[in-house]
């Protein structure tokens, strides 16, 4: 589990396909990776994805075809930055909202414009995912946790203030940009239950 609240922005540093088996993604990052041990989960902009081989400095995970199909990391290339997250521990701060880093589908950032010292931020979501947005609630966007604003018929609007600019991938996002959606967990549950009333 995750939080939602990014703890590095690091950089992709190699993509090795590896002939019929999964792609290996290599990661620059800030973290200490002597305190990393294999088998660990990281998020990946917003995919939770497992620790194989460590180096100062960077970390490689295993991404499976349909991982690659199914978010944005099928795009990534040298030089893509990664917001990071390293999975919750007992004991630590639930700063953002409950994330499990398994992606639900990739929206589409539509507006971007500034307002004040934030950045307001339009998203078209999938069709199939839009019931389960609401104002107020929460969503993760390659991994951050955000709170919605407003929600239109195919569409949602959030801001990011100066810190989240600076701290996560957002900052740098242009209309256009495709972004790993993953919908608030009790909101999916919610829908669930109801679903049969």
Not at 14 to 21: E, L, M, N
Not at 105 to 115: D, H
Not at 173 to 190: C, H, K, Q, S
Request: hydrophobic content about 40%; proline content about 4%.
């Amino acid at each position: 589990m995750f939080t939602g609240i990014i703890t590095d922005l690091g950089r992709v540093r190699t993509i090795s396909a590896r002939g019929g088996k999964d792609t290996r993604i290599a990661i620059e990052t800030r973290y200490d990776t002597t305190g990393i041990a294999i088998g660990a989960s990281i998020a990946c902009s917003g995919a939770c994805l497992t620790v194989v081989e460590k180096g100062p400095g960077w970390f490689a995970v295993d991404v499976s075809a349909e991982t690659l199909a199914r978010t944005t990391l099928g795009r990534w290339q040298a030089g893509t930055p990664v917001n990071l997250e390293r999975s919750l521990k007992v004991g630590d701060e639930l700063g953002g909202h409950l994330v499990s880093g398994h992606v639900d589908g990739v929206a589409t950032l539509i507006g971007c414009t500034p307002e004040n010292d934030s950045l307001r931020l339009t998203v078209e979501a999938p069709a199939a995912l839009r019931r389960f947005i609401a104002e107020k609630g929460s969503v993760a966007l390659d991994g951050v946790s955000l709170t919605i604003n407003e929600v239109g018929p195919t569409s949602f609007g959030l801001n990011i203030i100066p810190h989240t600019q600076k701290e996560t991938s957002l900052g740098a996002a242009r209309p256009g940009a495709r972004l790993n959606l993953e919908i608030d967990l009790l909101a999916r549950y919610v829908a669930r239950l109801t679903e049969g009333s």
